[in-house]
């Protein structure tokens, strides 16, 4: 594990004011996935990956407003919508705008639309729309960033967004057959580990861990690599489409093919949506809205479909950069 090495000049005048710095992850074999929680994390099974550098945290909004500053860069919650992706929508929905976590009162069921509302205006400058600014927020990791936003500043920034792979194994830091990125005890000798919340979702927020929504990045102990908000804070994007189920490997094969990258378009899309055409990433890590009543995805192996075109106050990004 090492920081990243010098880059050219005029890259390393860049680098240093927008992305976060990197670890290396050594390349091998790992177990991928779990055969023990939700069935799209099934079957676990044997992966290898070669080595590659990672950002120790996610991308902040002061990263992210620099990259902005410097290429003028809109994000896709900031344009109007395109009729041809929502059809039959209202020309008066299509407005700039994103979705938003809005805590209800109260709650009936389990209908997410009870707690996610689009607000016109949202994006990654005003997070939560209306009046909602990055005052006290820019080292806490940018949000309502659909996945072209995060390519855009990747490649930008001469990086890649992870494959499913690399992200899961860089989470686990090391550890194989653990629940959690640090052991198997969620809250050990009563310490918060990552930013998810205690209560019960979505009415009741302990804020046990000191935080209501998302936390400056580094907030909570790196893992064994040094990598920080692995879990929790904020899901983050995966270059690989969703698949509802890994695949697992051939028989009496050793593992699937060095980094690979799953799923396709097509595949990804979401059956129940017949009309909506957006493919669906795979977002890994959990966030500041995980709950042990509603959603134990704070685990390396958890995994979660995406919207390409949507944007949420909850899902981020990091990247990597492979030799």
Not at 5 to 17: C, E, K, L, S, T
Not at 242 to 270: F, I, L, M, Q, Y
């Amino acid at each position: 594990m090492n920081v990243s090495p010098d880059r050219p000049a005029v890259g390393r005048i860049r680098m240093q004011v927008s992305a976060p710095e990197q670890v290396w992850i050594d390349g091998g074999s790992f177990l991928m996935g779990s055969d023990h929680h939700y069935p799209e994390e099934a079957p676990a099974h044997p992966v290898k990956v070669d080595g590659f550098w990672i950002d120790v945290a996610p991308v902040t909004n002061r990263q992210f407003a620099a990259f902005v500053e410097v290429t003028g860069y809109v994000t896709l919650a900031e344009k109007a919508s395109n009729p041809q992706d929502y059809p039959g929508a209202p020309p008066e929905m299509l407005k700039p705008g994103s979705v938003v976590f809005d805590p209800p009162k109260r709650v009936s069921g389990r209908d997410p639309s009870q707690w996610w509302k689009f607000k016109f205006g949202a994006n990654w400058r005003r997070p939560y729309g209306g009046l909602s600014n990055l005052r006290g927020k820019l080292d806490h990791p940018v949000v309502q960033i659909a996945y072209a936003d995060a390519m855009a500043y990747a490649v930008w920034a001469e990086r890649d967004l992870p494959t499913e792979a690399e992200w899961e194994i860089a989470a686990k830091g090391g550890l194989e057959g653990k629940e959690f990125a640090w052991g198997d005890e969620f809250i050990p000798n009563g310490r918060c580990m990552a930013n998810t919340w205690h209560g019960m979702f979505p009415t009741e927020n302990l804020k046990s861990d000191g935080f209501e929504r998302t936390s400056p990045v580094g907030s909570f102990p790196p893992n064994a690599y040094g990598l920080y908000d692995m879990i929790g804070n904020v899901w983050e994007w995966t270059s690989d489409y969703w698949t509802t189920r890994h695949s697992a490997p051939a028989e009496k094969a050793c593992c699937v093919p060095v980094n690979p990258r799953g799923g396709s378009a097509e595949a990804s899309r979401d059956p129940a949506r017949p009309d909506i055409r957006a493919a669906r990433r795979v977002i890994k890590g959990g966030s500041h809205l995980c709950a042990p009543n509603y959603c134990r995805r704070y685990r390396p192996q958890a995994r979660h479909p995406q919207e390409e075109n949507a944007a949420t106050t909850h899902i981020g990004f990091r990247c990597v950069r492979r030799p």
